[in-house]
């Protein structure tokens, strides 16, 4: 496992365009999440401990997000070859066990996490209603432990957003393992 560390947010950067098929057997695309209050992509996968470690916390986030306007879809780009765990199968068994209730799409290609300039899972583009990047940073200050958490980053940007407000620029980047390229072994 490779830690890895988001970079530095590029504010206002337009959401990129994607088109992926979801575990569930549909297809989604940007243009699915417009006329929402804001948007949360999120890279995601089901074997890299950071993300098992906060899961509930998406999962209870994305509903929040849901009931105030916003949309949440989850990408696993990850190779499968090299991480049977996040094969579609796999991640479909977990969406479901854990009824997850947003979209989760299949980036298999990997073209989609190059195009976000995704680095690693989780790692999370909060775009404002008109699909402007807004926040890029960790969910929480307390990855590893539920009961520590005191600040909800991810959850106060949004609500800076319902707002139509700025979320706060001084954004802790996310952490986790890194995205798993084809052809790099792992």
Known sequence: MALTYTPSPEFG???????????????????????????LVMFICNHCPYVKAIEDRIIRLARHIADNGGAVVAICSNDPAEYPEDAPEELKKRWLEKNYGFPYL?????????????????????????????????????????????????????????????????????????????????
């Open 13 to 39: 950067q337009a959401c990129p365009e994607f088109a992926l098929p979801s575990v569930d057997g549909q297809s989604f695309q940007l243009s699915d999440f417009t006329g929402t209050t804001a948007l």
């Open 106 to 186: 299949v980036d298999e290609q990997q073209d989609v996490a190059r195009s976000f300039g995704a680095v690693c899972t989780p790692d999370f583009f909060l775009y404002d209603k008109n699909m402007k990047l807004a926040y890029r940073g960790r969910l929480d200050d307390s990855w590893k432990d539920a009961l520590k958490v005191d600040k909800q980053e991810l959850k106060m940007a949004f609500e800076a957003i319902v707002e139509n407000k700025l979320p706060a620029k001084d954004q802790v980047p996310s952490m986790g393992c890194s995205i798993k390229w084809k052809g790099t072994g792992g």
